[in-house]
């Protein structure tokens, strides 16, 4: 259903299958499983990578998801890659291998499944952002860490950064929220690290989005320098600028703010290619960017699988 041009990008379906896929082929290392149902009723598809996938090890966690908001089509094919890279890659890779046996990976390919899909229907792209509930709310607005507190969403429920109802009034973010809870494991969050990926403007962004503020309530200097030092490491590979999220402008209610409020989860968001296209086309780049502009995060993404450790 991707119009001419963009066959490369994965549907819903198509997405499933590809994960079937994996999983078929790579079944000691990869499980699918589903983090919830979207409010039209869609699974959440998830993918685990790690050695003896079926038994919950003591190894760090790492979370990627992509496409909280729908049209930002290019983040499902990031999280592709990753899934397809550490498992296509086991056998012989070394250093994939290394990561593998030592980290359980959760991948989460399409938050928003309702939203993406409803973006193509029609054959032509909609420009849709937000989920399918009522007007649609804005997942990133919608998490429960000072939700709504900051002027950085809105109340008016056709804006496009509507917050919803209420703090978890999408099934989409309560799905993932409740599986981030579950990943708490004798009083220890087991996720260590996440990248929340998004698209556009080739930016490298950490907590917090509610507020200006390096040092608040919930982060401490040493905390903040954390991630910025790791931010400017990831950068570094990317060619993206590194910042606080709330340099790029405040946002109150996204997940970056409550994995790290509620889980000290190490959780940087990701804004992809392109850098700047003077607007809705910036969503929308051809299919045959996806290797070059996914294969340009694979060395940030190892170092935060690597930092996870620390
Ligand atoms: O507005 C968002 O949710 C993200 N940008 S996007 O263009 N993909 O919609 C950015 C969220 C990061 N948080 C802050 N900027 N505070
Ligand atoms: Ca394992
Ligand atoms: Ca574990
Ligand atoms: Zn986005």
Redesign the pocket.
Do not use: F
């Given at each position: 259903e991707f119009p001419p041009g963009y066959e490369g990008y994965h549907t819903y379906d198509e997405t499933n299958a590809a994960l079937d896929k994996i999983v078929a082929d790579h079944p000691d290392i990869a499980a699918k499983s589903s983090v919830g149902k979207s409010f039209e009723g869609r699974d959440i598809p998830m993918l685990k990578i790690s050695d003896n996938v079926g038994k919950d090890e003591d190894e760090p966690e790492v979370l990627f998801d992509c496409n909280q908001?729908a049209r930002?089509h290019l983040t499902t094919e990031m999280c592709l890659r990753i899934a397809t890279r550490f498992t296509d890659g086991y056998a012989s890779d070394p250093a994939i291998k290394d990561v593998v046996d030592n980290r359980e990976i959760w991948v989460i390919p399409i938050v928003n499944p309702d939203g993406s899909s409803y973006d193509i229907e029609s054959g032509n792209f909609a420009g849709w952002?937000k989920n399918r509930q009522d007007t649609g709310t804005?997942l990133?607005?919608n998490w429960g860490y000072k939700w709504g507190c900051c002027g950085?969403s809105s109340e008016d429920p056709n804006a496009e950064?509507y917050r919803g109802s209420a703090a978890w009034s999408a099934p989409e973010t309560t799905a993932l929220r409740d599986f981030i809870d579950s990943r708490v494991v004798g009083g220890k969050q087991q996720i260590k690290a996440s990248i929340d990926f998004?698209?556009?403007?080739e930016l490298v962004?950490w907590p917090f989005?509610h507020t200006q503020d390096q040092v608040t309530e919930g982060m401490t200097q040493e905390e903040y320098d954390r991630f910025a030092k790791v931010g400017g490491e990831m950068a570094k590979t990317n060619g993206y600028t590194p910042e606080q999220?709330?340099a790029?402008?405040?946002?109150d209610g996204?997940i970056?703010d409550w994995m790290w409020a509620q889980h000290k989860i190490l959780a940087y968001?990701f804004?992809m290619y392109p850098s700047d296209s003077g607007g809705m086309d910036g969503f929308y780049p051809p299919a045959d960017v996806i290797e070059k502009e996914t294969a340009r995060n694979d060395a940030a993404v190892d170092i935060l699988l690597k930092e996870a450790g620390a």
């Open positions: 908001h930002e952002r804005d990133n607005r950085g950064d998004h698209t556009y403007s962004l989005g999220s709330s790029l402008y405040v946002t996204d970056l968001t804004e």
